[in-house]
């Protein structure tokens, strides 16, 4: 082999990349101290940018296509480096491929429980878990803003980083679709729009494009999921706040009742029946003493005896009651008296 031929393959005349794998974003040219052949080739595939810089600037960038590398493609390159109309010397630049290609199936969720603000509840607690898609839709920000000189930049580098920013954004995509925390497992879509629109500024301003979001599940903590729950069983109620919260408190009546404990009075044993509502103004005239249990139990009187009966009986002629049930009520409280 002659010294001329030796020299030659010092110098690169060929430049393009084949990604060989998923995940790389980012991969620059192992230029190893060699020079790139004046009138080179430089192949810039589909889904792929290439960008030359030169003493840390960034200098030309090149879409897909087959290039001719001289003074006219690399106008850029000529100003920086001050090349004349007769250049044709080797010369040295970095230069990076970019690949412009969707990322798919990257995940993003709640590692905690997020708190939003809602309409309805005020400030409530979110479990959100979902996939997303990007690609890089600016090289030469994302190298200046990202990747930098490194040799090779891949999704893992970047996963952390764009899963707090949608995590960040959550609660603004809850407020901007204008759906109620207790739909939003029915208006996934429409979560996952406004996710993307809320998130896609922050994206841009890295070089990349958010190109889709999905929504997979929302998860209520359980004391929220109790409230929907027993939501979907009030149809009659609808959106009337009101009435659902007087539901509410009718469906806490009777486990105040349990908690005052067993067999401590007439409460306790009016619920048993069905009449935890009906016996409203008797338990707030004994919860008092029922929630503390180092109290001793208030003396039954005559008067209350008589006034649940009476409560009973109201009961009874609506049919809510049996005449079996109201005469073995009737009989249990006639002998508290004895």
Avoid: C
């Avoid at 970095?94 to 309409?119: A, E, H, L, N």
């Avoid at 580098?157 to 901007?176: E, F, N, P, T």
């Avoid at 409460?267 to 409203?280: H, N, P, T």
């Amino acid at each position: 082999m002659g010294l001329m031929d030796f020299i030659k393959k010092q110098f690169i005349d060929v430049l393009e990349w084949t990604e060989s794998g998923d995940g790389t974003l980012a991969w620059r040219y192992p230029m190893a101290g060699n020079e790139i052949q004046y009138g080179g080739s430089l192949t810039v595939r589909e889904s792929q940018m290439a960008v030359f810089v030169n003493e840390g600037k960034v200098a030309d960038v090149f879409g897909p296509g087959r290039y001719t590398l001289n003074t006219n493609t690399l106008p850029v390159l000529t100003y920086l480096q001050n090349w004349d109309k007769l250049f044709q010397s080797p010369f040295k630049s970095d230069v990076y491929f970019f690949s412009t290609r969707q990322q798919i199936d990257q995940r993003w969720g709640t590692t905690q429980p997020v708190t939003i603000r809602d309409k309805d509840f005020g400030a409530v607690r979110l479990r959100a878990f979902g996939n997303y898609s990007y690609r890089i839709g600016d090289p030469k920000l994302f190298y200046t803003q990202i990747s930098g000189t490194r040799d090779i930049y891949t999704t893992a580098d970047l996963d952390g980083q764009l899963r707090a920013l949608m995590l960040q954004h959550i609660s603004d995509a809850v407020a901007s679709s204008g759906v109620a925390f207790l739909d939003l497992a029915a208006n996934q879509v429409e979560f996952a729009n406004q996710l993307r629109l809320a998130t896609s500024p922050a994206f841009e301003a890295l070089g990349l494009k958010l190109e889709g979001v999905t929504l997979q599940s929302v998860s209520l903590p359980e004391e929220l999921q109790k409230i929907l729950d027993q939501k979907i069983g009030m149809g009659m109620v609808g959106n009337d706040m009101g009435k659902f919260m007087q539901y509410q408190t009718a469906q806490a009546i009777p486990k105040l009742a349990e908690g005052a404990g067993s067999g401590s009075g007439i409460a306790g044993e009016a619920v048993g029946l069905g009449a935890g509502v009906a016996l409203g103004q008797v338990l707030a005239q004994q919860l008092g003493q029922g929630l503390r249990p180092e109290a001793p139990a208030a003396p039954i009187k005559a008067d209350d005896v008589m006034a649940t009966l009476e409560k009973l009986g109201e009961l009874k002629t609506k049919g809510i009651l049996t005449q079996e049930e109201f005469d073995a009520k009737k009989a249990e409280l006639l002998k508290k008296l004895v």
